[in-house]
């Protein structure tokens, strides 16, 4: 049988593995980024900013929005791509922001186009869809493990359980 213990490393190593953009499947970018000058004096700004350029991975897509988004990428990844240029181009703004706001609209298209039209006859500012906040991923977690230690559980225990029955 599985031990939990080997189910919290593995969940671990893919959520780190996922969060960063070298975990990112196969796509290519449709049009190559024009980087941006960084005009930042500490080493903790250049990382920042490099970080949003990059984006960040299918795990992230996961913890962020869910399900929905994390197998879109994994099974159209260039389509996914191609997704975040066109945001990036027609709303000029990050990778990070364009990723969160795909990744938003793939999980639920009607909230997103509410918020959208909301926010623009309203005049607040839009939803930071790119954020992951430390509560969301400590529970992301902590579900993502125990649901795979009852899945392993019950399939190590599924032959068992046939040859009883």
């Given at each position: 049988p599985i031990s939990a213990k080997s189910c919290v490393m593995m969940f671990a190593v893919l959520a780190v593995a996922g969060l960063s953009s070298a975990s990112y499947i196969g796509a290519s970018r449709a049009t190559p980024l024009v980087?941006?000058?960084?005009?930042?004096?500490?080493?903790?700004?250049?990382?920042?900013?490099?970080?949003?350029?990059?984006?960040?991975?299918?795990?992230?897509?996961?913890?962020?929005?869910?399900?929905?988004?994390?197998?879109?990428?994994?099974?159209?990844?260039?389509?996914?791509?191609?997704?975040?240029?066109?945001?990036?181009?027609?709303?000029?703004?990050?990778?990070?922001?364009?990723?969160?706001?795909?990744?938003?609209?793939?999980?639920?298209?009607?909230?997103?186009t509410f918020n959208e039209l909301e926010a623009k006859r309203s005049g607040r500012p839009k939803p930071d869809y790119s954020k992951l906040p430390v509560k969301q991923v400590v529970l992301s977690l902590t579900w993502g493990t125990a649901i795979t230690y009852l899945l392993a559980k019950a399939a190590a225990g599924l032959p068992e359980y046939m040859a009883n029955h």
């Open positions: 980087a941006r000058p960084v005009l930042a004096s500490s080493r903790a700004s250049v990382r920042a900013a490099a970080a949003e350029e990059e984006g960040y991975g299918p795990v992230g897509s996961l913890l962020r929005h869910g399900p929905v988004p994390f197998f879109s990428r994994l099974t159209d990844p260039n389509k996914y791509e191609n997704s975040v240029q066109n945001y990036m181009a027609k709303a000029k703004c990050s990778r990070l922001e364009a990723q969160g706001n795909m990744d938003f609209y793939i999980a639920d298209p009607n909230s997103w």
